[in-house]
């Protein structure tokens, strides 16, 4: 007797309780059609079917900086993607939290940190086509080859992969009508050439698996006129420099031994004071190799002055002449010699 009036009571309060709620939250929902979907976030659209295709797609919106020094890269991006999920057809129109539908979070294999800028959201069209549109920023590391420095052309890539499906599950497609770059960029040192997007599938041996990977690539080229001023030019003025004492009389070996002594600490200080402008490698650059060749020509002069000083000394004044006059065009014909072969990368 106790147990039928026990259900009862529950049939009364479904009645009264629970029918009012469950007609209240469809008429929520029939008001607010972009209420959150209540489905399994970590399944994918079709978990037994084909790998969900994803076609993304990366613009460049600013490039702000290539740091050789510090091998890194700083730029602005946005970001688009576009699958199909069949589950969110009811919601076309929508906008909603990625939190609250699958999505195909994306991870950056430089070291570096994205700073995403507008709200993380997505727009559901027709049939569950979602798209996913973001602008972020950062700065990222990358390996430069600045053996040619500073006659370079750098590509600079960045390697993206999705952070949580296997190639087997998650494939990307290539959008090439949104990849691109703006018309104007906030950097004055280099010249941009181009950008490009690629495909590939990478083995990832601490996840023990196979992801799909999108590479972008930056080229630039880098501008000449900051080093040929600044640098170039003043270490040729200092070689030139040190050619003067070939026109002194070498019986004032003193003042020749003394202007070769000064070039020589000219140089070294140059060099000390554009120091923190080179990249520190563990291997010679173009520009590392002009340096060390003119700083060498500037002690081969001192190394010069310093005979014919010998030469005047033991009464070899007629020697010492031809050899100031043999001097004049040996050094600064093979001063030019030596540079076409560092241009040349013969040396």
Same mark, same amino acid.
């Given at each position: 007797?106790?147990?039928?009036? #026990?259900?009862?009571?529950?049939? *009364?309060?479904?009645?009264?309780?629970?029918?009012?709620?469950?007609?209240?939250?469809?008429?929520?929902?029939?008001?607010?059609?972009?209420?959150?979907? =209540?489905?399994?976030?970590?399944?994918?659209?079709?978990?037994?079917?084909?790998?969900?295709?994803?076609?993304?797609?990366?613009?460049?919106?600013? &490039?702000?900086?290539?740091?050789?020094?510090?091998?890194?890269?700083?730029?602005?991006?946005?970001?688009?993607?576009?699958?199909?999920?069949?589950? /969110?057809?009811?919601?076309?129109?929508?906008?909603?939290?990625?939190?609250?539908?699958?999505?195909?979070?994306?991870?950056? +294999?430089?070291?570096?940190?994205?700073?995403?800028? !507008?709200?993380?959201?997505?727009?559901?069209? %027709?049939?569950?086509?979602?798209?996913?549109?973001?602008?972020?920023?950062?700065? @990222?590391?990358?390996?430069?080859?600045?053996?040619?420095?500073?006659?370079?052309?750098?590509?600079?890539? *960045?390697?993206? #992969?999705?952070?949580?499906?296997?190639?087997?599950? &998650?494939?990307?497609?290539?959008?090439?009508? #949104?990849?691109?770059? =703006?018309?104007?960029?906030?950097?004055?040192?280099?010249?941009?050439?181009?950008?490009?997007?690629?495909?590939?599938?990478?083995? @990832? %041996?601490?996840?023990?698996?196979?992801?799909?990977?999108?590479? /972008?690539?930056?080229?630039?080229?880098?501008?000449?006129?900051?080093?040929?001023? +600044?640098?170039?030019?003043?270490?040729?003025?200092?070689?030139?420099?040190? !050619?003067?004492?070939? !026109?002194?009389?070498?019986?004032?070996?003193?003042?020749?031994?003394?202007?070769?002594?000064?070039?020589? /600490?000219?140089?070294?200080?140059?060099?000390?004071?554009?120091?923190?402008? *080179?990249?520190?490698?563990?291997?010679?650059?173009?520009?590392?190799?002009?340096?060390?060749?003119?700083?060498? #020509?500037? @002690?081969?002069?001192?190394?010069?002055?310093?005979?014919?000083?010998?030469?005047?000394?033991?009464?070899?004044?007629?020697?010492?002449?031809?050899?100031?006059?043999?001097?004049?065009?040996? @050094?600064?014909?093979?001063?030019?010699?030596?540079?076409?072969?560092?241009?040349?990368?013969?040396?």
């Amino acid at each position: 007797m106790r147990q039928t009036i #026990f259900s009862l009571l529950c049939c *009364l309060f479904a009645v009264l309780v629970v029918t009012p709620l469950a007609a209240t939250a469809q008429q929520a929902q029939e008001q607010n059609p972009c209420a959150l979907p =209540s489905y399994r976030t970590d399944v994918r659209p079709d978990p037994t079917g084909e790998p969900t295709e994803v076609l993304i797609g990366m613009r460049l919106v600013d &490039l702000l900086a290539i740091n050789d020094v510090d091998q890194t890269i700083s730029l602005d991006l946005s970001i688009r993607m576009q699958w199909t999920d069949s589950r /969110l057809a009811a919601w076309e129109g929508c906008k909603l939290p990625i939190g609250s539908i699958w999505f195909p979070k994306l991870a950056l +294999k430089n070291s570096g940190r994205i700073f995403e800028r !507008w709200p993380d959201m997505v727009s559901v069209g %027709e049939g569950g086509r979602i798209i996913y549109l973001q602008r972020s920023s950062g700065t @990222f590391s990358s390996y430069h080859k600045l053996g040619e420095f500073p006659f370079d052309t750098q590509n600079i890539s *960045l390697h993206f #992969f999705p952070l949580d499906w296997s190639a087997e599950k &998650l494939v990307f497609m290539n959008d090439t009508a #949104f990849t691109g770059a =703006s018309e104007v960029l906030n950097i004055s040192d280099w010249q941009f050439l181009g950008i490009k997007a690629a495909l590939r599938e990478a083995n @990832f %041996e601490f996840l023990d698996q196979v992801r799909a990977g999108y590479d /972008l690539t930056i080229t630039a080229k880098r501008h000449l006129s900051f080093y040929m001023w +600044k640098i170039f030019l003043p270490i040729t003025m200092i070689v030139m420099m040190s !050619w003067s004492v070939f !026109w002194i009389d070498p019986a004032q070996y003193g003042t020749q031994i003394g202007l070769s002594a000064t070039t020589v /600490l000219t140089m070294v200080a140059f060099i000390f004071a554009t120091t923190s402008m *080179l990249p520190s490698l563990g291997y010679f650059t173009m520009l590392d190799r002009y340096i060390a060749l003119a700083t060498l #020509f500037v @002690f081969l002069a001192l190394l010069q002055s310093l005979t014919t000083s010998f030469l005047v000394s033991r009464k070899h004044v007629e020697q010492a002449k031809t050899l100031d006059i043999v001097s004049r065009f040996a @050094f600064p014909i093979g001063f030019v010699a030596i540079c076409w072969l560092v241009y040349s990368k013969a040396i």
